[in-house]
Structure formats: structure tokens, C-alpha cells
């Protein structure tokens, strides 16, 4: 069956009603909520299944933390045998050492880490440190830079330069965010120069995991200006973080934040997320700041954690994934040539980021790969260290199609 049928069968239609009854807008995340929407049943490798079996090549692959791919077998038989070894103790245990000790020996920032339960939380801790560490209430972020779901990092700049934030917070947390633009290092150096900002934070691949590069110069220009305003500087490592090298993006630019806020491929898909940073900022939370957290470092995580980073310590995978995404972009940039469509593929280590010229075409283009049984997420492609040569010649074959329901007019 294909996916267009799959989601017309009895079982998907009654299954999307129910969702509607229970879920607002019949969605758990913004980034599922489309229609047709699919239900997924399991998942292995490279490939989902829908509830009627339906085959699929993922690549939103646990949006990002899935580098080496679903049911990775040495994660599956920890998360097994820790299972029945229980999965909370309310107390310390060796496995958040040994976890945290991984970190520290792969990322370059990493003195010290503490665990929270998501990426979104791990930013908010991050803030925290920072604004302890300097008494300053300020923070600065950069305009498109995406740090999870929380107040302090939703400000943005509106097509006039005036900022504003989002439906339920507060327009007085604006006053605490100043949102500055990319294209030129001295907006942020002026906005560092009065000494009254706590922290930088910025994604160092440039926005949405290198949808929007960052000149190097700039992050360059941001450290050294932090540095000599006592600012915290933050790179937010959600999604780089062991995935584009064993040492994240930090590795690659030869540019060390203060602290690091990682999540994603660092807890092998299960929740998680941390900060990693300098010991004297993160002593700050065995002194000043108390941070709770139910699910910190919790039993499960941690040894899918410490199975993915062994596993991804040398960097063997980072370059397979990397070699596949490199030859899937130079095969959809064909395709979009032989096609003659406006658009290219701007590829970060193991993304692919899809560009098409036409704005509508850009806004159908994942629902249009669904179809064709290539999920991706939104106008992104993560791809791991298991896709295989059939997928990648299937992902073409679908792409080259998929480009031309999406460009044709409605
Ligand atoms: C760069 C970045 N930071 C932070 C987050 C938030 O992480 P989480 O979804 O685990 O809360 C995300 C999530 O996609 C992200 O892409």
C-alpha cells in the first residue's frame, strides 16, 4: 500500500478523529501536525512503519537524534537490561558518572556537565548559570536562532527591527532578550559593549542546524567580544552536538564556548538534555543555583547515552553519515536540474537542508516525499550511519517526483 492509501484507510482515518478528541489540533508536536497525518507503529534502521505496515525511509530521524539509526542494537539490549534494573532510584548511580565522562572527554567546553530532561530545559539552565555567574539580566540571542520552547529564547525581531514576542509571553521578557541579525558583527559587538549582558547564545552552525550558515568570522567576533565584556558565551549544541564530529560544532570551528547546551544524539534518542561547560560556571549549581529535576540523568538515558557515545567516539559514524548525505545532495541537486526546477540542497555534516525556489513548492514539498514513502522533517533530511544504497536510490527516484507534484500548480 502507499502512504497516499495508507492514510485513507478506516484505521488511520478513525485513529486521526480520536487524536482530534484528546490532542489540540490532534498533534503532540508543532513539526507533526500536518495532514495527511501519519501513524507510526515501529521503526528500525532506516525505515518506519506505518500502522497498516506501510514502509517509509525516515530521515527525520528522531528530529536529529537518531545518528545511528532506529533500534540501534547495542542500545536496544542496554535500554533492555536496564529496564529490569529499574528505571529511577532517587539517588545518585554510576551510570550519570560514567555518562558525564563521555561528555567531558568529547566536547571541548565540557569541564562539567549537569543533566536536565530535554534540550529546552538545558537552555533555560544554561541562562541561569550565566546569570548568576555575571548578576546581569540581559541576555542576546541571534534573529532565526532556535533554542527550544522556552520565554527567555522566543523574542524575535518582526520585519521592521522592533522586538516582539510570541502569543502567551509576556512583551516585558522582550526588554530581557535583545535579538540581533547575522549580517553584521558589529550590531552584536554594540550590544555587548555597555557590560550589562549576561550571556550570548547562538546555534555556531547558523540557525536550524545550518539552515542559515554562519560566517565563522562572526562567531569568532562573538567570542572575543564576549570574552572581553564578561559575557557568558553559549553555543547551543542541541542538534551539532556529536553528530557533525565527536566534538560538535565547537570541534569543527576550533571556537570553545563557556557552556554548551547539548540534547538529541547525546542521550541515543531517549529524553535528555545537559549543560556542559566551564567548572567554575557549573560549580555555580552545587553553591548559588539549586536545579531540581525529577527525570535528570535518569537510569534509562543515561546507558543509552553512554552506548551511543562509544559508539560515536571516533567519529566512524559521523563519516558515514556524513558520505551519504554528500552523495543523496549531489543526486537531489541533479535531480532538481534535470528538472529544471529552481532550488538547491544545502548540506551541514549529515543534513540536508532543501531549498526550492518556489514558495509554495517549499511549502509541499514534505508532504509531497510522505507520498512517495520518504519522510523528512519539514524542508530538512537527517541522515544516519545506517541508510543504505537502496535508500538512497529510492530517496532520489522519490525526490525526482516528488519535486514536480510539489512545484505543480494546485
Ligand atoms: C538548536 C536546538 N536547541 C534546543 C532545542 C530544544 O530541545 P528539546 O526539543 O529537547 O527541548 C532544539 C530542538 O529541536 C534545537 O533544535
Redesign the pocket.
Known amino acids: 500500500m502507499t502512504v497516499t492509501e495508507a492514510v485513507h484507510t478506516r484505521a488511520h482515518i478513525d485513529l486521526a478523529e480520536r487524536a482530534r478528541q484528546v490532542l489540540p489540533g490532534g498533534a503532540t508536536h508543532a513539526s507533526r501536525s500536518y495532514d495527511p497525518r501519519i501513524y507510526v507503529a515501529r521503526s528500525s534502521g532506516s525505515r518506519k512503519w506505518l500502522i497498516d505496515g506501510t514502509e517509509l525511509i525516515d530521515y527525520t530521524m528522531g528530529?536529529?537524534a537518531l545518528l545511528l539509526g532506529h533500534a540501534h542494537p547495542a542500545i536496544v539490549t542496554a535500554v533492555q537490561e536496564q529496564v529490569a534494573r529499574g528505571t529511577h532510584y532517587g539517588a545518585a548511580h554510576p551510570l550519570e558518572v560514567e555518562w558525564a565522562e563521555l561528555i567531558t572527554a568529547l566536547v571541548p567546553s565540557a569541564d562539567k556537565v549537569r543533566f536536565t530532561a530535554?534540550?529546552?530545559?538545558?537552555?533555560m539552565l544554561a541562562l541561569r548559570v550565566a546569570r548568576a555567574a555575571t548578576g546581569r539580566d540581559r541576555i542576546l540571542k541571534l534573529q532565526e536562532h532556535?533554542?527550544?520552547?522556552s520565554d527567555a529564547v522566543s523574542p524575535f525581531l518582526d520585519r521592521d527591527g522592533r522586538t516582539r514576542t510570541p502569543a502567551g509571553v509576556p512583551a516585558a521578557l522582550g526588554l530581557l532578550t535583545t535579538v540581533v541579525r547575522t549580517d553584521d558583527p558589529a550590531d552584536l559587538e554594540a550590544a555587548l559593549a555597555g557590560g550589562d549582558v549576561a550571556a550570548v547564545i547562538m546555534?555556531a552552525s547558523g540557525a536550524?542546524?545550518g539552515q542559515l550558515p554562519l560566517d565563522p568570522s562572526f562567531i569568532a567576533a562573538a567570542r572575543a567580544a564576549s570574552t572581553a565584556t564578561g559575557t557568558v558565551l553559549i553555543f547551543?549544541e542541541?542538534?551539532t552536538g556529536f553528530r557533525v564530529a565527536p566534538g560538535g560544532m565547537q570541534s569543527v570551528l576550533g571556537i570553545t564556548p563557556d557552556i554548551s547546551?547539548l540534547?538529541?544524539v547525546m542521550a541515543g534518542g531517549l529524553?535528555s538534555?545537559a549543560v556542559a561547560g566551564r567548572g567554575a560556571l557549573l560549580e555555580l549549581l552545587a553553591t548559588t543555583i539549586a536545579h531540581p529535576g525529577t527525570f535528570n540523568a535518569n537510569p534509562l538515558s543515561a546507558v543509552a547515552g553512554i552506548a551511543t557515545l562509544r559508539l560515536v567516539a571516533d567519529g566512524a559514524p559521523q563519516r558515514t553519515a556524513d558520505a551519504y548525505a554528500t552523495s543523496l545532495a549531489a543526486e537531489w541537486t541533479g535531480a532538481l536540474a534535470a528538472a529544471g526546477i529552481p532550488g538547491t540542497i544545502r548540506r551541514l555534516s549529515s543534513i540536508l537542508h532543501i531549498f526550492l525556489g518556489e514558495p509554495s513548492a517549499q511549502a509541499r514539498i514534505a508532504n509531497a516525499m510522505r507520498a512517495e514513502g520518504v519522510d523528512i522533517l519539514n524542508t530538512s533530511a537527517f541522515c544516519s550511519s545506517v541508510h543504505t544504497i537502496a535508500d538512497l536510490e529510492q530517496s532520489v527516484a522519490a525526490f525526482a517526483r516528488a519535486i514536480v507534484v510539489a512545484s505543480s500548480p494546485t
Open positions: 528530529h536529529g530535554s534540550g529546552t530545559e538545558a537552555v532556535f533554542h527550544g520552547w546555534e536550524h542546524y547551543d542541541v542538534v547546551v540534547g538529541k529524553p538534555g
